[in-house]
């Protein structure tokens, strides 16, 4: 059930895991390193910052020696025009056209802006970029994204860093069902059942970094992640059975002495 | 000349290239990417393209994030 059979189709290209994960927060990058190994991830996000002459080692060489597909993201712009120099500068230093972009609308909700990520995306996609934009959890936003050219929409499931879980699985539910790009649950989830929600309300694969990097033992969270991502997924393509107010049966209802 | 560099002021001879600029900083050019006064200048042309007096010259890379 997690192989190929299944795969993750993002802009033309397959993925066997649903996982994608962030490298902020953690530790070390030897703690990253572990945890990126459990979690099966064959896509991760890192920022792009100005160079510092100072620091060693590079979560590129992590990426690398796993074989892990970079994803860069814009985050820290405010602007279309900062997130759309930042997207170029990271084509330029990491040879992808890939983007997970992110415009931020102010510093203390994090929240993205939906005017300035729909007028980036479309420079973007006229730039040829395959746009991952992080927005609300904002059906008609996520079908203009859709329809301006993204490959996937990223609905969040609450803001970023803050561990809710999906404050309003009912829009994400109204997201899944209008789109026919992937969804990716991104930002907000705090531990495994969050995950497994994600993708038992139809999401393709979630996006996540806190929950695994600073956990208390991040490795362990990020097999817990991997495992709920795969159940959620599962439990999705099986079909849940209705909710009902009453009990029913499962055994015979003949009377047992007949 | 004066150019700032990643945000600090700093002092070049006149005709200095992008890549000389690159090198005061780090002796890397994988995962490296440039821009001068908000454009991408391509790694191919760091060699050939020449600074001028007050250029803004971002050299960035990529770190832990998202």
């Avoid at chain 1, 070390?28 to 510092?52: I, N, Y």
């Avoid at chain 1, 969040?156 to 069902?177: D, K």
């Avoid at chain 1, 992640?225 to 393509?237: I, P, T």
């Amino acid at each position: 059930m997690n192989d190929m059979d299944d795969a993750l189709v993002i802009g033309g290209e397959k993925f066997s895991s649903r996982l994608i994960m962030g490298t902020g927060g953690a530790p070390s990058l030897d703690v990253l390193d572990r945890a990126l190994e459990a979690s099966g991830t064959e896509l991760t996000t890192v920022a792009m910052r100005r160079l510092d002459p100072a620091v060693q080692g590079s979560v590129l060489d992590v990426l690398r020696r796993r074989g892990i597909k970079v994803l860069p993201n814009t985050a820290g712009c405010f602007t279309a025009g900062e997130a759309v120099l930042t997207a170029r500068l990271a084509r330029e230093a990491l040879e992808t056209n890939w983007v997970k972009l992110e415009v931020i609308a102010d510093e203390r909700t994090l929240l993205p802006d939906p005017i300035e990520t729909f007028d980036a995306a479309e420079r973007l996609v006229a730039d040829g970029f395959v746009v991952l934009p992080y927005i609300g959890d904002d059906p008609a936003l996520a079908r203009r994204l859709e329809q301006a050219g993204c490959a996937a929409v990223m609905p969040l499931g609450a803001p970023i860093g803050s561990g809710l879980g999906i404050r309003n699985p009912h829009s994400i539910e109204l997201i899944v069902e209008a789109a026919s790009v992937p969804v990716i649950l991104d930002a907000g989830l705090g531990t495994a059942s969050d995950a497994a929600l994600a993708m038992e309300l139809g999401c393709d694969a979630v996006l996540l970094a806190t929950a695994v990097t600073r956990a208390q033992r991040p490795e362990l969270m990020a097999s817990a992640m991997r495992s709920a991502v795969e159940a959620g997924r599962m439990a999705r393509l099986a079909g849940r059975i209705p909710r009902r107010r009453y009990a029913e049966a499962s055994s015979p209802s003949l009377p047992r002495f007949a | 000349m004066k150019v700032t560099i990643n945000g600090d002021a700093g002092e070049l001879p006149d005709g200095s290239t992008v890549a000389q600029a690159v090198r005061m900083l780090t002796a890397m050019t994988s995962g490296v990417a440039v821009a001068v006064n908000d454009v991408v200048v391509s790694k191919g042309a760091w060699e050939s393209t020449s600074l001028s007096e007050n250029d803004r010259v971002e050299v960035l890379t990529a770190v832990q994030g998202g």
